[in-house]
């Protein structure tokens, strides 16, 4: 089944640690790969997904077809990147699939 | 740009009642989909509407049904309201070969 893992519901590092946000994906075939974010009472918005292979807000996610994973990285994180991150997948025109999100808490 | 509008924000119905929530998409997003967001858990996919036809649907009950309307509007009717439809109900849209999705800020439903 199409499925996207998110292993941690929480996560919390210190202002200017590198964080982490992992994500695998089971699919078959190649779907298209995005994270999403939502800070404190704003809507859910589009991050980056995998085909820009763009940098936003500092963050990059590596796309790794042989462990199906997409996890999300940032060098030096900032108080401003609290918020709830998904991974989501999309293929072949269907449903866009999340995972169960990370809550990701930047302590100063 | 307008955005994905959703409304009402929050919505109060009892167990057995019927409801609509409505969202307005974006001009030329013509795909628009509907998710649930129980309380600390991700979106689920309920279904999705491609030019006024439903392409596509997630595990919800037919109770759950939908519209979409040629202005970039659309509804998600819910019948026969159960306890455990008390949820986050977010519209996304997005324009044809473009998958990223637009999020609507959602309509909170609770059902007593």
Redesign the interface.
Known sequence: AQR?T?PEKLLSVFKGAPVELKCNYSYSGSP?L?W?VQYSRQ????LL?HISRESIKGFTADLNKGETSFHLKKPFAQEEDSAMY?CAA?QG?????????TRLTINP | ETGVTQSPTHLIKTRGQQVTLRCSSQSGHNTV?W?QQALG?????IF?YYREEE??R?NFPPRFSGLQFPNYSSELNVNALELDDSALY?C?SRPPQD????????TRLTVV
């Open positions: 996207v998110q298209e995005f999403y809507r859910l918005q589009l997904r998904y999309f025109a269907q449903k866009l699939v999340f995972g169960q999100g | 989909s998710y858990q991700g979106p689920q996919f999705q392409n596509g997630g977010l996304a998958y990223g999705y637009t999020f609507g800020s959602g």
